[in-house]
Structures are given as structure tokens and as C-alpha cells.
């Protein structure tokens, strides 16, 4: 009997996708689920003419697999993994490779890399972006481990990934052990502060227009214009979204949609990422809590009826002012909340010794996945003419931004207060810039003499401090004092 060339375990949604996509590039494919009952309908209802094989046992399904095998666990992350791999591995020789395709945490994908490294097995963990359609369509793949695991399966994901418009396959080495799986949860995290900053102009049009969901669909769609700088899978759906009617009436779906968002985690393990790696993402934390508070819902229930309302009087604000003004304050925060999860990923490669490529990573976001944009296009070409690049923001096209919609994305913040519009992500990424454009942080010299009063903590002092060049770390330019606070004169004394 003919063997397969690759072998998939877990039917859910993104595994009977994938099998159906690997089938369609010409591959056979055996596929095996821990509950048979699944992979009876998938035999029956979708694979009759197809070179899938369905297995019932997991010694049919290695069994059916030519050497070195080839498996793609796509089952739910976190415990199911170590299981599974504990009970195929017996079945497994040396050299046969196995490649974890779910969400799973990428330290997770660092030690399973390592122990079947150990036992003489290739392993891969790769994410996938996409959902259901990308999967079978073509999705984005972010796959990490040795580098000759890729060298087998390279063909394989080429064929099945997602093409962006030049051809270029959404898919490349992104480096040792769990460096894909990093890379997808960023990817996650960046989706997260997307999704939010639009909202937030949504909810904006809302109150200080007093537009309805069927009006915002209209201008957000024109924001996906082929030449518009917002034009993107996520405004896409959202145009279309809030133009979908309740079934068989007049309501907008959208309006009676629950105000609570789930999530399953990649956000969060971004956010602490980023605080174990001393890396500020404030756009993308403001999202993982916007989604917590939303989930809030009781709570918010009964403090809104205590918390008064915040509104100012009713300015009056010229419609077309306000879109122009949204565009382009949501074009400014986007790349602000892009420069925080690059320079998160920049911070994770040293840490992690990734050796990540971010001109390949951005360049396989630009199709299958949910974050693909006309934007990522400009993105890829930074990283190609500078891959050190300081922060995404410093890059003579986006600095231009910077400069210009600076003052929109003050304006509409300014604009949303005050129609008493709560808009966390947005007031995130203008901070963020704010913050990285101040060389003196007046808030940190409080900070810190508040610390060596209370805790005798000690404070830097520059030699020199007319002059605004002095970096700290640098030459030693500083020197840390403690004040003594208790002591009448208060004497300084320097501590080193
Ligand atoms: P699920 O995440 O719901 O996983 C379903 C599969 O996991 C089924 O085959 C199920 O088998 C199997 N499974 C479970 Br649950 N517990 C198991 C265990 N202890 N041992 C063996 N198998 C077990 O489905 P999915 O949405 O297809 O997602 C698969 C993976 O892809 C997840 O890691 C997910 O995070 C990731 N992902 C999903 C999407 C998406 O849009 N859905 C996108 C990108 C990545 P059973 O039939 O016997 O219960």
C-alpha cells in the first residue's frame, strides 16, 4: 500500500483543514483522531475520492508513514501535547520528526525540542495563523526547530502556505526551538492591539457622532482601499461584520452582540513576555486588559449605575474632520503598537538566541494571516534596507508619520475623552511615543528621589548635567548618591 508521505493527528477544525490543503498540493496524507467517531465523518463526508488514509490506531497511523516520518500534532495546546508525543514516540524511530502546529507556549516548545532532541527525534513548533480558511486556503507559518527538521518538510509548507502578491510563500525558517512559536504568539499580540484600536474608533464614531453600525461600516470600508494605508484583512471584516443584520430584521448584528471578548491566552503570555524582558508594549497590554474588563461584565454593571458618567457638553464636531482625523490617529497608534511588538521580538531573539530574521517575519505576515496589510508590504522594506534598525518608528518612511499624524492621534484622543469614549489602546501608542521621543522622563527623576527617601534606594546623578548627550551606561557618566534624609542638612553621600 501506497504510504503517506506526512501524517496529521487531531481533527478539529484546523486539522481537517490542513489535511484537506496538504492533500490539494498533491501530498498523501494519513490523519488519525484520539476520538475515532471524528475521523469516520471526516472519512465519510470529505475524503472518499482523496489520497487521505484514515487510521484508527496510532500503530496504523505510524505505521502508514514512510521513513523519516513525518507528523503534524494539531491538537489543543498545553497538556495534549505531552501526551501525545509520549505515546507516539514508542512507536517512532530516530530521525522521524514531529511537529506541533497548535498555539502552544513557545518555553513549552523550547523543553520538547530539547528532550526528543535528546531521544534522537526532530521537532518542530511552528504556528499557524489563518483560522479555518487559512488552513485549508493558505496560511501564514512561523515554524522553529533544527534546522534540518525544516529542510524536510520546507517543500511541504512552501506548497501549503499562504502567497502574498509578489508569489513569495508566507512561510520561512524562523529559527531554533521555540523561535516559531514565539514569533506567532507576537503575532497574536499585535492581532490583539488591532483589533482594539479599531474598536475604539468605532466606539469614538459612536458617541461623538452618534452614528449608527451600518454608517461606521461605511466609512471603515473605505478605509480597505487598495491605496489606503489602513487597508487590511482586520478593517475588512470589520466593515463587513457590522453590516450583517440580526436574522430577519432590520437591528445590526453587531448592537446586540455581548460586550465581552474571550481570549485563550497568547495575548497574555505576550504581555509577559514583555515584562520579563523589560520591553514595553502598552498597546498591546491596554488590549489584553480591555478584553479582561470586558469580561468584567457584572461588575461594570453595578459600578456604572454609582461611577458617574463622564461627558463634556456637546461640542459641536464636523463629521468628515472626525474620520479624516480617526484614519490617521489609527495609522500612527497601528504603528506604534507594530514598533512595540518588533522591538519585543528584537529583545526575545538576543535573550533567546532566535537569531530572528524581522524582515522574513513580517514578510510572511503579508497573506493567510489575520494580521496581513498593505502595511506589512512597507514593514518588510525596512527590514531589508536595515535590519538593526532601533525602533520601527526611526525609519525614514514611518518617521514621516510620525511627524505628520502626531498631532491627529492628540486630537482624536482629545476627541474621544471627551465624548467620554474610554480608549486605552489608542492612548497607549501616542504615550509610547511621547515617551520614547522625551530624553529627560520628569516622572522617573521624581520616581527615583521618591525611592531614595522613603527606601534609601540611592538615585543616579550625571557628572555633567548640562549636557543632554550623556548616556548612562556610557563611559561612566554617572555616579549614585543617596540623600539622608533622616540626617538634619540632609548630607549627600555618593555611593559609588
Ligand atoms: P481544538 O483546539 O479544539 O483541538 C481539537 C483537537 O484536539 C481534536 O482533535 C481533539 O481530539 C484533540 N484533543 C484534545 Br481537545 N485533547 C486531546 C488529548 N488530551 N489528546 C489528544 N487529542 C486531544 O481545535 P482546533 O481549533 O482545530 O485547534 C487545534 C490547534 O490549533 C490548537 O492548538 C489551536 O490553538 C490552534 N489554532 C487554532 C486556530 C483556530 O482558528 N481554530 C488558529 C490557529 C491555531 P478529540 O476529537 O478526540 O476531542
Redesign the pocket.
Known amino acids: 500500500m501506497q504510504k503517506s508521505q506526512i501524517g496529521l ?8 483543514n490542513l489535511a484537506l490543503n496538504m492533500e490539494d498540493k498533491g501530498y498523501f496524507v494519513s490523519v488519525y ?3 475515532a467517531s ?1 475521523t469516520e465523518k471526516f472519512a465519510q463526508d470529505k475524503i472518499q475520492d482523496k489520497k487521505i488514509q484514515p487510521t484508527y490506531s496510532l500503530e496504523e497511523f505510524v505505521d502508514s508513514l514512510e521513513r523519516p516520518r513525518k507528523v503534524i500534532l ?4 498545553g ?2 501535547v505531552d ?2 508525543i509520549e505515546k507516539i514516540i514508542p512507536l517512532m524511530d530516530k530521525g522521524d520528526l514531529i511537529i506541533d ?4 507556549f513557545f518555553k513549552d516548545t523550547i523543553r520538547r525540542n530539547q528532550y526528543l532532541e535528546g531521544k534522537g527525534f526532530l521537532f518542530i513548533g511552528t ?6 480558511e ?2 485549508l486556503k493558505g ?1 501564514a507559518m512561523m515554524p522553529g526547530g533544527q534546522k534540518e527538521a525544516y529542510n524536510l518538510v520546507q517543500d511541504l509548507f512552501e506548497k501549503i502556505s499562504a502567497k502574498a502578491l509578489d508569489n513569495k510563500p508566507c512561510v520561512s525558517y524562523i529559527g531554533p526551538h521555540g523561535a516559531g512559536h514565539y514569533v506567532k504568539m507576537i503575532h497574536n499580540g499585535i492581532e490583539y492591539g488591532d483589533m482594539q484600536l479599531i474598536g475604539e474608533c468605532v466606539w469614538t464614531f459612536k458617541k461623538a457622532l452618534g452614528l449608527t453600525s451600518e454608517e461606521i461600516a461605511e466609512i471603515i470600508e473605505k478605509w480597505n482601499n487598495e491605496d489606503d494605508v489602513l487597508s487590511s484583512y482586520l478593517i475588512e471584516i470589520t466593515a463587513e461584520s457590522m453590516k450583517e443584520k440580526d436574522k430577519g430584521k432590520n437591528n445590526s448584528l453587531v448592537d446586540l452582540v455581548a460586550d465581552i471578548t474571550r481570549m ?1 491566552g497568547t495575548g497574555t503570555w505576550t504581555v509577559q513576555s514583555a515584562l520579563e524582558l523589560l520591553v514595553p508594549i502598552p498597546t498591546i497590554t491596554a488590549a489584553v486588559f480591555s478584553r479582561e474588563m470586558s469580561q468584567d461584565k457584572d461588575l461594570r454593571l453595578q459600578l456604572s449605575k454609582k461611577i458617574p458618567s463622564y461627558r463634556e457638553i456637546n461640542k459641536d464636531i464636523n463629521r468628515e474632520e472626525l474620520v479624516g482625523i480617526a484614519h490617521d490617529a489609527l495609522y500612527l497608534a497601528k504603528l506604534s503598537s507594530y514598533a512595540q511588538g518588533m522591538a519585543l521580538l528584537q529583545a526575545a531573539s538576543e535573550k533567546y538566541n532566535f537569531n530572528l530574521n524581522l524582515k522574513n517575519i513580517v514578510e510572511g505576515w503579508r497573506a493567510g494571516c489575520i494580521i496581513r496589510a498593505q502595511f506589512l508590504d512597507e514593514i518588510t522594506k525596512v527590514y531589508q534596507d536595515n535590519p538593526k534598525l532601533l525602533s520601527l518608528l526611526v525609519a525614514p518612511r514611518f518617521l514621516d508619520v510620525v511627524k505628520n499624524n502626531l498631532s491627529k492621534l492628540a486630537q482624536f484622543i482629545g476627541i474621544a475623552h471627551s465624548a467620554g469614549v474610554p480608549i486605552p489602546t489608542m492612548d497607549g501608542s501616542f504615550d509610547y511615543i511621547l515617551q520614547l521621543g522625551s530624553p529627560t522622563m520628569v516622572s522617573a527623576q521624581v520616581t527615583a528621589i521618591q525611592r531614595d527617601f522613603f527606601g534609601a534606594h540611592g538615585y543616579f546623578k550625571l557628572k555633567d548635567m548640562d549636557n543632554p548627550e550623556m548616556i548612562l551606561n556610557k563611559d561612566k557618566q554617572w555616579k549614585e548618591f543617596h540623600t539622608q534624609w533622616m540626617l538634619p542638612g540632609r548630607p549627600e553621600e555618593e555611593w559609588s
Open positions: 493527528v487531531g481533527l478539529g477544525v484546523m486539522g481537517q483522531n484520539r476520538t471524528k494539531l491538537v489543543k495546546a497538556q495534549a501526551d501525545f502546529s497548535g498555539n502552544s504556528g499557524i495563523s489563518g483560522g479555518e487559512g488552513a496560511p485563550k
